[in-house]
Structures are given as structure tokens and as C-alpha cells.
């Protein structure tokens, strides 16, 4: 990264950390933004993408049926964007087999990060609702979304004391791609982000989330795990400016989907100060994000009440309807899961799983490595974005 690779000096500064080495220090947010058509058009949008989602978010008939599957479709998009190769069935299956409290010996490290993932928002959304949004918040999803993965010996839920660097695998400082700003300019630059977060503003709310994903980006204030930790950010910055009532809304498949320009959009702001670009494809992300997450909904609510009728008109118990509902969240089911979450013996929620099994909402998974599992095909197949199923 050299100083001819900037050419927009009121987005931030460059500082030299050693010879022919430069550091960005973005400055504080917000920053001069012309106002467009497009911009005008995309945000309005966006707006009403989100408020008809918040809608339909409005009238579940459980307000938390479908945080699972939605979260758990986020954690592995976002994580494959970090170069991880677990599949949505990957980890259903190992959520399955997983003890309270534990995780399965032997398991492959990716799986292990998305789980991570999952972890550290359903932390993060349940602390939202007695602590404020704020740097140590941030910290602590950190260390849950670090814990036994790699970047581990990173000092998770720490701010990094080191300088680090964005690049292709193995180039070093002076061949990187960008330098983030250097211990105490980061320090700085975090602590300001963190009064935006909370100030009065006459801005927009989706603006100011896109500069504040770009922001967090930019500083790249932990030694690993910043990408995560910072799509992360979006969904608690939609529950906390109050645009959404659920964490419904995830943009990692949008941003998957257009890897190459997500990350080219990040870098032109810092080395071209090219806002405006960012925030519209910003803006369409949450525009595609929200029709497909209605979309997504009303498939999943249809299925429920497909098999709540079915189990209904079979004149099953109330179990099944709260073993039925269960399947949303872990549509990959073993029967010590089910006797767990009915509160009911082993050979009780057997036949429970087995009249699942007759109607045709639970097949069984066939394999020598594992003991009986059962999977509900169609939430899984509603929730995948392009992978057929993988057995």
C-alpha cells in the first residue's frame, strides 16, 4: 500500500509506521455525501423492503419460529466469505450430535467457526435488550465468535495491540493490499465510531449503518475475525435503530453473491473516497436481502402449518406440535434431542419422532458414522440458497 494509491484526502490520512510502510486513518463519520436520484430511489427502496418485512416479522405467530434457520444461514455465508467450506447440513448435523455444553471431539474446524457464529449473535441479540450497543459489546461477541477456532492465540475480545495488514495469503506489510490504522490512531478512531453510533443525526438510518460497516472495516480492530465481527454489527444496528424487531435481515448472501465488488466498493471509499457508490450497493443489498428473507417466510410458515394440520388431523399430542415447531430452528433431530427439548423419556420421544417419521415430516439419515438421525427435508431445502442438499 503506497500514498499513490489514495487520492481522496478528506476520507482519511495516511501515516507512515516505517520506511516505504503507510497506515489509513479513516476519518470520523459522517462524511460529505451528494445527494442523487439514485440514492434517493435505492434508499427509499430499501426502506420499504425492511418495513414490510418488520411487518410480516410483526405477525409470526412465534416471534422467534424463524431467528434460527435465518441465523443459521447467515453464520455459514459469512463465514464461507472468510474462505471456510462448511455446509448448512454441516452444521445441523453437528449441532445434533453435540452435548450441552460441548462440542463433539473431532469435528472439522470450519463447522466449529460457523457454529461460533451462531453462538456469538444469539449472545449478541440477547444482550441488546439490557446493554447498549457499544465497543465493549463488540468485544465480547469477539471473544464467543473466537473461542477454539483459529486466530485464537489473537487475543480474542481484545482490540489488537499490533499492526495488522489485508492482503493475498502470505505477502507481508509493504506488498499489502491496505493497512489498517496503526494501535493508537485505532483507539481513536474506534472510540469516535462509537459516539456516531449513539448521536443525534439528521441522516438516515440505512446511511449511517453503511458507513458504520465501512468504519468498523476500515480500523479492522482485532488481529482476526474483523469480517465476521463486522456483518455481525449490521444486524445488531438494524435492532438497534429500531428498523427491524427481529434479527431477520442479513446481507452475507448478498455480499457473497458479489464477493469481488463487495470488497473492491470497501477499499474505493478509503482510496478513492467513492461513498456514494458503496452506500447504493449497500442500499441494494438490503432491498434483494428483504424480499428474499419475505420470500423465505411465507415458504417456512406455509410448512408449518402443513405439518401442524397433518399432525392435527392425525389427532396427535401437543408434543408434536412443540416438537414440529422445534424443527425450524434444528430441522436435523436425534432422539436424545427430542427427549431433551419435550422434557419427556427416551422411548416416549421415539414414537414421537416415529409418528413425525409416518406423515412424512421427518426421513431418516442412513449412515455407519452415526446414530439415528432424523432431518425435516423441506426447512431444510427452504433454507438453502444454492447447494442442493449434501448427504
Not at 97 to 124: L, W
Not at 363 to 387: H, T
Request: charged content about 20%; overall charge neutral.
Amino acid at each position: 500500500m503506497q500514498p499513490t494509491d489514495f487520492s481522496d484526502e478528506n476520507v482519511g490520512r495516511l501515516v507512515q509506521i516505517s520506511e516505504g510502510c503507510w497506515a489509513f486513518v479513516p476519518n470520523s463519520l459522517p462524511p460529505r455525501l451528494p445527494a442523487t436520484w439514485e440514492l434517493t430511489n435505492t434508499l427509499s427502496k430499501a426502506d420499504r423492503g425492511l418495513a414490510e418485512l418488520n411487518g410480516v416479522a410483526r405477525n409470526l405467530p412465534n416471534p422467534n419460529l424463524l431467528i434460527g434457520p435465518f441465523l443459521r444461514n447467515e453464520a455459514v455465508l459469512s463465514t464461507r466469505i472468510e474462505g471456510t467450506q462448511a455446509s448448512l447440513s454441516d452444521l445441523f448435523f453437528f449441532e445434533a450430535s453435540k452435548r450441552p455444553q460441548s462440542k463433539p471431539t473431532n469435528s472439522p474446524p470450519d463447522v466449529i467457526e460457523v457454529f461460533n457464529y451462531v453462538q456469538a449473535s444469539t449472545y449478541a441479540f440477547l444482550r441488546l435488550k439490557e446493554f447498549p450497543l457499544s465497543l465493549r459489546l463488540i468485544r465480547e461477541v469477539h471473544a464467543k465468535l473466537m473461542e477454539g477456532v483459529r486466530g485464537e492465540n489473537q487475543t480474542p475480545g481484545e482490540f489488537r495491540r499490533f499492526q495488522n495488514w489485508i492482503g493475498p495469503d502470505g505477502c507481508n506489510l509493504k506488498d499489502s493490499t491496505y493497512v489498517p490504522p496503526p494501535v493508537p490512531e485505532m483507539l481513536m478512531t474506534l472510540a469516535e465510531m462509537e459516539k456516531f453510533i449513539h448521536a443525534d443525526s439528521d441522516l438516515p438510518p440505512l446511511i449511517r449503518l453503511a458507513m458504520l460497516h465501512y468504519q468498523f472495516e476500515a480500523i479492522h480492530p482485532f488481529g482476526d475475525g474483523n469480517g465476521r465481527v463486522g456483518r455481525l454489527l449490521i444486524s445488531l444496528l438494524l435492532l438497534h435503530e429500531g428498523l427491524l424487531t427481529r434479527p431477520l435481515l442479513y446481507l452475507s448472501a448478498y455480499f457473497e453473491r458479489n464477493r469481488r465488488e463487495y470488497y473492491v466498493r470497501l477499499l474505493e471509499v478509503s482510496t478513492q473516497g467513492r461513498w456514494l457508490e458503496w452506500i447504493i450497493f449497500f442500499l441494494k443489498g438490503i432491498v434483494q436481502q428483504s424480499l428474499d428473507a419475505i420470500r423465505r417466510t411465507e415458504v417456512l410458515l406455509d410448512l408449518r402449518e402443513q405439518y401442524r394440520n397433518s399432525v392435527q388431523s392425525a389427532r396427535s399430542s401437543a408434543l408434536l406440535l412443540t416438537l414440529i415447531d422445534s424443527l425450524f430452528e434444528h430441522p436435523v433431530l436425534t432422539i436424545p434431542n427430542a427427549s431433551s427439548i419435550l422434557g419427556i423419556t427416551y422411548r416416549a420421544a421415539e414414537a414421537n419422532i416415529e409418528k413425525l417419521f409416518g406423515l412424512g415430516i421427518l426421513q431418516r439419515f442412513v449412515s455407519k458414522k452415526r446414530p439415528r438421525v432424523f432431518l425435516a427435508r423441506g426447512i431444510i431445502d427452504a433454507m438453502l440458497d444454492f447447494n442442493p442438499w449434501e448427504k
